[in-house]
């Protein structure tokens, strides 16, 4: 009595899928890691290489953006805005003032991760599309004071001639280095983020996604772990950024457009919110159509958001998300209640 | 223990509480009863810090509480289990428990181990499903986690909010049962309650509320013969 399960009956070969990955996840990340590791050796083509790197940086950003929407539950659609600053101060520090990587690159995080404070701090109340609209709007200030700044950013010309990442006597010019160093970075973001989703805090950001009443009602700190929140993203986006800069040593504003923060939205919408595989996958995914569709131009566009409405039709939880996701369009919360009549059921049976 | 002084409460322009006054002693189960939208889970929010007070006062074991944040009254050792099984649909069971030690400060790997053990001998069937997600529980499952969930605070004073919501009845009387526990560990408990006549068995006091007023008051077994509060409550 009592204990009516909700196991789905038949379970779809996705699941299947999902779960075979979890069970042997360990080995799975080691021989995916291998396999990422030599590719750059065996295979010799920078044109594909490059792309490679796009995507290890693109793992970056899209997993710090995770970090805000799939696990706190605030909706945040300035990304953009947080990598171009985590770009400009990179760029500005490293140009103007030759300062090596190893010091813009925290930097960069650090600078973003305030702004991340600064823009968490009023709008705290808020939620749901409110804060959207707030970080929509936040990402196009930005965006624009850089572009207009002439003295300080140099404006519409952009920030020119940014330094390879050198340091300890390794020059990073070539791309097989620099895509070595993009590597060794996403495996250290993905590990802190896996530390800290273990952690109180991470439990107490998801609380926060699931159910806020409930939350601060065993004493989550609402307002502190909000804001906690937005700045361990910006934080990683604006490493992001450093790399975004540090990659095409020229940046301008205009590579932060809004179409640049929807962009990494559909890579965490299509990968999957709230789980760290997710925006990988959502990376790889997003960036590979990017270049496969290259010829078909603006028509890109129609496709992504083709996807975007299917994904949201077929799997809203994304592709690496589990069938009993809050975010599975709560689907889990009508199981729940049909638990439950079946529970009264049985016992009204047991009772007469 | 815990005494409230003319508390009143506005939603916007709707007045919720005009003005109760009631109190809990040390180890016994006070019960509020009362229709819907009598002011009883606003009580229990505004106790706990969740909504605004209008004025009044709230004392707990000799201070004011009454302006205090509500995490610092999870900390002074209050805990508030809220209205329809509020568990964390994703996370698991025992992901469900730690949550429950949010308010305490540098909690040792032991402590939480140690409480987690004695809410798996209080409630057995978590431990079975301790790696199951919390949504996936059945309904009596999920209000016996809330409740687990709050004991992981080690609180002296448990507010229940109306924990026999939409169950089965013989789940109910598992959790009245379990409530009783909740008591004979030394523990006090605030209970709000629509299911009358089962909350005022085993109330030690009870509280009659209605439109925002206390109507009526006295111990569980007097107010369960009363003529008002069965005609009202009690339904014959």
Redesign the interface.
């Given at each position: 009595?009592?204990?009516?399960?909700?196991s789905t009956a038949a379970v779809s070969p996705f699941e299947k899928l999902r779960l075979f990955t979890q069970k042997y996840k360990k080995w799975l990340l080691l021989a995916l890691f291998v396999v990422v590791a030599i590719i750059p050796l065996v295979y010799d083509d920078v044109y594909y290489k490059n792309i490679m790197v796009k995507i290890l940086m693109y793992v970056i950003i899209a997993s710090s953006l995770n970090m805000i929407n799939g696990y706190s539950g605030q909706f945040n659609l300035g990304q953009a805005g947080f990598l171009c600053i985590g770009a400009y101060t990179a760029s500005l520090l490293a140009t103007r003032l030759g300062w090596n990587f190893l010091v813009t690159m925290p930097l960069a995080g650090i600078v973003t991760m305030i702004f991340g404070y600064l823009v968490s701090k009023p709008t705290l109340r808020l939620s749901g599309i409110y804060l959207s609209i707030v970080t929509l709007g936040f990402s196009e200030i930005v965006r624009l004071v850089v572009y207009n700044w002439t003295d300080f950013t140099g404006g519409p010309l952009g920030v020119k001639g940014i330094p390879a990442p050198e340091f300890f006597g390794i020059s990073f010019k070539e791309t097989d280095a620099f895509y070595y160093l993009v590597l060794v970075l996403v495996v250290i973001t993905l590990f802190v983020m896996h530390r800290v989703l273990n952690s109180?805090v991470g439990?107490?950001w998801?609380?926060i996604r699931?159910?806020q009443?409930?939350?601060?009602?065993?004493?989550?700190?609402l307002r502190k772990y909000k804001s906690q929140n937005f700045m361990f993203g910006a934080f990683f986006a604006g490493i992001g950024g450093c790399l975004f800069a540090y990659f095409y040593r020229y940046i301008d504003a205009n590579m932060f457009l809004l179409d640049e923060g929807f962009n990494v939205i559909s890579m965490v919408v299509i990968g999957g919110q709230?789980t760290l595989v997710g925006p990988v996958l959502g990376a790889v995914i997003v960036n590979t159509l990017t270049e496969a569709l290259r010829s078909l131009d603006q028509f890109r566009m129609v496709i992504y958001a083709a996807l975007i409405i299917f994904m949201m039709w077929w799997r809203p939880q994304g592709l690496a998300g589990?069938s009993?996701?809050?975010l599975a369009g709560g689907k889990?919360?009508r199981?729940?209640k049909a638990?439950?009549e079946e529970?009264?059921d049985e016992?009204?049976g047991?009772?007469t | 223990m815990l005494k409230i002084n003319k508390l009143r409460v506005n939603y916007g322009y709707v007045i919720a509480l005009r003005g109760i006054s009631f109190h809990v002693d040390e180890n016994e189960i006070v019960c509020l009863i009362g229709a819907n939208g009598a002011g009883k889970s606003t009580t229990l929010m505004s106790i706990s810090g969740l909504v605004d007070k209008a004025g009044g006062t709230i004392e707990f074991k000799g201070s004011d509480i009454t302006g205090t944040k509500p995490h610092e009254i999870v900390r002074m050792g209050i805990c508030h289990v809220p209205e329809g099984r509020q568990v964390f649909p994703s996370l698991s069971v025992e992901e469900n428990l730690r949550m429950g030690t949010i308010s305490v400060q540098k909690p040792t790997k032991q402590y939480i181990q140690q409480k987690l053990e004695e809410q798996y001998t209080l409630f057995p069937r978590l431990k079975e499903r301790r790696k199951q997600a919390g949504g996936t529980l059945s309904g009596g499952e999920q209000q016996m986690l809330a409740i687990a969930r709050g004991l992981m605070s080690d609180p002296e004073l448990v507010m229940l909010d109306e924990p026999s919501l939409g169950l089965a009845p013989i789940v109910v009387e598992e959790i009245f049962e379990l409530i009783q526990g909740i008591k004979r560990s030394g523990k006090t408990v605030l209970l709000i309650e629509q299911n009358a006549s089962m909350a005022l068995s085993i109330a030690d006091r009870g509280y009659v509320l209605e439109n925002g007023r206390m109507v009526l008051t006295g111990t569980g077994r007097e107010l369960l013969v009363n003529e008002d509060v069965k005609r009202a409550y009690l339904g014959d």
């Amino acid at each position: 009595m009592g204990t009516t399960n909700v196991s789905t009956a038949a379970v779809s070969p996705f699941e299947k899928l999902r779960l075979f990955t979890q069970k042997y996840k360990k080995w799975l990340l080691l021989a995916l890691f291998v396999v990422v590791a030599i590719i750059p050796l065996v295979y010799d083509d920078v044109y594909y290489k490059n792309i490679m790197v796009k995507i290890l940086m693109y793992v970056i950003i899209a997993s710090s953006l995770n970090m805000i929407n799939g696990y706190s539950g605030q909706f945040n659609l300035g990304q953009a805005g947080f990598l171009c600053i985590g770009a400009y101060t990179a760029s500005l520090l490293a140009t103007r003032l030759g300062w090596n990587f190893l010091v813009t690159m925290p930097l960069a995080g650090i600078v973003t991760m305030i702004f991340g404070y600064l823009v968490s701090k009023p709008t705290l109340r808020l939620s749901g599309i409110y804060l959207s609209i707030v970080t929509l709007g936040f990402s196009e200030i930005v965006r624009l004071v850089v572009y207009n700044w002439t003295d300080f950013t140099g404006g519409p010309l952009g920030v020119k001639g940014i330094p390879a990442p050198e340091f300890f006597g390794i020059s990073f010019k070539e791309t097989d280095a620099f895509y070595y160093l993009v590597l060794v970075l996403v495996v250290i973001t993905l590990f802190v983020m896996h530390r800290v989703l273990n952690s109180r805090v991470g439990r107490a950001w998801m609380s926060i996604r699931e159910d806020q009443l409930a939350a601060s009602s065993l004493g989550v700190e609402l307002r502190k772990y909000k804001s906690q929140n937005f700045m361990f993203g910006a934080f990683f986006a604006g490493i992001g950024g450093c790399l975004f800069a540090y990659f095409y040593r020229y940046i301008d504003a205009n590579m932060f457009l809004l179409d640049e923060g929807f962009n990494v939205i559909s890579m965490v919408v299509i990968g999957g919110q709230g789980t760290l595989v997710g925006p990988v996958l959502g990376a790889v995914i997003v960036n590979t159509l990017t270049e496969a569709l290259r010829s078909l131009d603006q028509f890109r566009m129609v496709i992504y958001a083709a996807l975007i409405i299917f994904m949201m039709w077929w799997r809203p939880q994304g592709l690496a998300g589990a069938s009993n996701s809050i975010l599975a369009g709560g689907k889990l919360r009508r199981k729940g209640k049909a638990a439950d009549e079946e529970e009264s059921d049985e016992e009204g049976g047991s009772i007469t | 223990m815990l005494k409230i002084n003319k508390l009143r409460v506005n939603y916007g322009y709707v007045i919720a509480l005009r003005g109760i006054s009631f109190h809990v002693d040390e180890n016994e189960i006070v019960c509020l009863i009362g229709a819907n939208g009598a002011g009883k889970s606003t009580t229990l929010m505004s106790i706990s810090g969740l909504v605004d007070k209008a004025g009044g006062t709230i004392e707990f074991k000799g201070s004011d509480i009454t302006g205090t944040k509500p995490h610092e009254i999870v900390r002074m050792g209050i805990c508030h289990v809220p209205e329809g099984r509020q568990v964390f649909p994703s996370l698991s069971v025992e992901e469900n428990l730690r949550m429950g030690t949010i308010s305490v400060q540098k909690p040792t790997k032991q402590y939480i181990q140690q409480k987690l053990e004695e809410q798996y001998t209080l409630f057995p069937r978590l431990k079975e499903r301790r790696k199951q997600a919390g949504g996936t529980l059945s309904g009596g499952e999920q209000q016996m986690l809330a409740i687990a969930r709050g004991l992981m605070s080690d609180p002296e004073l448990v507010m229940l909010d109306e924990p026999s919501l939409g169950l089965a009845p013989i789940v109910v009387e598992e959790i009245f049962e379990l409530i009783q526990g909740i008591k004979r560990s030394g523990k006090t408990v605030l209970l709000i309650e629509q299911n009358a006549s089962m909350a005022l068995s085993i109330a030690d006091r009870g509280y009659v509320l209605e439109n925002g007023r206390m109507v009526l008051t006295g111990t569980g077994r007097e107010l369960l013969v009363n003529e008002d509060v069965k005609r009202a409550y009690l339904g014959d």
